[in-house]
């Protein structure tokens, strides 16, 4: 029995973020009947767009054994590069336009940093952090930018996908979906497919699981770093418009440790820091929603808001240390097939 409880315990640990998620809907459920009605479990979807498509440009980086602690910067001055623009008059697709070379522009920075300079992605990373959001702070001058309601209207509209017939009276109506909820399950989807379905995805787990193996087998990692931190920085712009569209405004705190939430999201989700495992659907997109969860479901309690820190860092421990558990307990499990192929004989 004692060889046999790795096998046991290992489907839990990749079962934990659902696990998690069911706990703290009923556990919130209990406590407030608010927390499950239909507008709040759908208010908490709205709110979790954001972190979810920034954790999803994050998956993809820690798929390759990387990290990317610059998203919330690039959140940060791309958002205040669009909002300069807009006061000034500029039209709001041509500011979203910007928003998105930004991210991307940051992304090869990082790119650069760590595939053709050989610095360590957690340095390249943290440089171009605290580059952001000195940028940012000098394009806001520190203060806070109300923005045009041309940017809320991101945030708040709602698109008709599938005619329905009401159930009382006979008229035709519509169900409609949150801008920001398509967004998500788009690039979602989208991520998923790249990642299950091509054989760029099936790379990049390759170069996670090992480099030089990946090497040997005619990959080239330099491309596939590259052009995972170049996805990392259009999905933290795309984030930063969400977040901005939901704000309507740019404060300088915008962004701010949004990769720690990012991370904890992907690492909920199954996704390894170590590299090589994890997926976007449901994994991310349930982390990052558990996230939100927890920060919505104290809000409906009345919770201390000085507990909102000390329950988000909770969350991020419990990530790492699930990750590790389910590392620690896949290693062994690899040295046991490894020792059974070798003897013949299970060991």
């Not at 991210?103 to 990373?125: D, K, Q, S, W, Y």
């Not at 990530?319 to 004989?345: F, P, Q, T, W, Y």
């Amino acid at each position: 029995m004692k060889g046999h409880w790795p096998n046991a315990l290992l489907p839990a640990l990749n079962h934990a973020s659902l696990m998690l998620f069911v706990s703290v809907l009923l556990g919130f459920g209990l406590l407030s009947p608010r927390f499950l009605t239909p507008d709040n479990l759908l208010n908490i979807l709205i709110q979790a767009s954001s972190t979810a498509i920034v954790a999803i440009g994050m998956t993809f980086v820690l798929l390759t054994a990387g990290v990317d602690l610059s998203v919330g910067a690039i959140m940060f001055v791309s958002a205040a590069a669009a909002g300069k623009m807009t006061l000034a008059g500029v039209a709001l697709p041509w500011a979203l336009v910007v928003m998105m070379l930004i991210g991307l522009g940051c992304g090869a920075v990082n790119a650069l940093l760590i595939t053709r300079l050989g610095v360590m992605a957690f340095i390249a990373t943290l440089g171009t952090l605290y580059l952001g959001r000195g940028l940012g702070l000098f394009i806001t001058e520190t203060r806070a930018m109300n923005l045009p309601e041309a940017f809320l209207w991101i945030g708040v509209a709602r698109v008709p996908i599938l005619p329905l017939r009401a159930l009382a009276g006979g008229s035709t109506g519509w169900l409609e979906v949150p801008l920001p909820v398509l967004i998500l399950a788009a690039v979602a989807l989208l991520a998923h497919v790249i990642l299950t379905r091509t054989p760029f995805g099936r790379q990049i787990y390759a170069v996670g699981n090992d480099l030089e193996v990946a090497r040997k087998a005619g990959i080239n990692p330099r491309r596939i770093l590259a052009s995972v931190y170049f996805i990392s920085g259009a999905c933290a712009a795309l984030g930063g418009i969400l977040s901005l569209a939901q704000l309507g405004a740019v404060s300088p705190t915008f962004g701010n440790q949004r990769e720690f939430a990012a991370i904890a999201a992907a690492v909920l989700g199954g996704t390894s820091l170590f590299g090589g495992r994890g997926q976007v659907w449901p994994g991310t997109v349930l982390g990052a929603i558990l996230i939100q969860s927890v920060e919505n479901g104290l809000v409906i309690v009345n919770a201390d808001p000085y507990l909102y820190p000390l329950v988000t860092s909770a969350i991020i421990f419990l990530a790492v240390l699930i990750d590790s558990l389910r590392s620690g307990l896949l290693e062994r499990l690899r040295r046991r097939k490894i020792r059974v192929e070798e003897n013949g004989s299970p060991a």
